[in-house]
T-cell receptor
């Protein structure tokens, strides 16, 4: 079974600074998909960014980018120019090529200091 | 925009009660999912369904059952609620992949139901 590990239960960043959230996963598959979801206090899970394992280029969405290291099975999220609205729980998730199911990490709570 | 609606944001029930959590999506998605979210454990899949009347067990199905009589509605049932089922419950839906290009379809989530079993 696949596992996803987020080793940082909590992180904090100063407004306008950059922060990186870590995620590692374990799989024997070669094709799979990785996601970062954000859950603000409103509780709505929001997709932040996704990465296909067969793509070498790291995904980028505005201030959010990933560092995907396939050999190391690492998928970190970088948030640039942090804003107060970025404060939330962030979950890393894995989906294999065949299935519909997501496997989630334990989450990282990000606090943004003004 | 996809809308996934969970019937209650907060629910308080007693031990031994039969509890129904309802979820409705409005985008004709084939897949629907029920997760529970606990601190430090992230989201864990309880059950999912890829079609009407079809269901598959997730990682933690014990103590739960589900019902999918209509495509848009997916119900989670706690047959006899226990205190260890106090948790946040999240429903999600997604498209069934039509091909390799669709396999990264994201799941769309409801706002969650915080369930307390006393």
């Amino acid at each position: 079974a696949q596992t996803v590990t987020q080793s940082q239960p909590e992180m904090s960043v100063q407004e306008a600074e950059t922060v990186t959230l870590s995620c590692t996963y374990d799989t024997s598959e070669s094709d799979y998909y990785l996601f970062w979801y954000k859950q603000p206090p409103s509780r709505q899970m929001i997709l932040v960014i996704r990465q296909e394992a067969y793509k070498q280029q790291n995904a980028t969405e505005n201030r959010f980018s990933v560092n995907f290291q396939k050999a190391a099975k690492s998928f970190s999220l970088k948030i640039s120019d942090s804003q107060l609205g970025d404060a939330a729980m962030y979950f890393c998730a894995y989906k294999d090529n065949a299935g519909n199911m997501l496997t989630f990490g334990g989450g990282t709570r990000l606090m943004v200091k003004p | 925009d996809v809308k996934v609606t969970q019937s209650s944001r907060y629910l308080v029930k007693r031990t031994g009660e039969k509890v129904f959590l309802e979820c409705v999506q409005d985008m004709d998605h084939e897949n629907m999912f029920w997760y529970r979210q606990d601190p430090g454990l992230g989201l864990r899949l309880i059950y999912f369904s890829y079609d009407v009347k079809m269901k598959e067990k997730g990682d933690i199905p014990e103590g739960y059952s589900v019902s999918r009589e209509k495509k848009e509605r997916f119900s989670l049932i706690l047959e006899s609620a226990s205190t260890n089922q106090t948790s946040m419950y999240l429903c999600a839906s997604s498209l069934l992949p039509g091909g390799i290009a669709d396999l990264n379809q994201p799941q769309h989530f409801g706002d969650g139901t915080r369930l307390s079993i006393l």
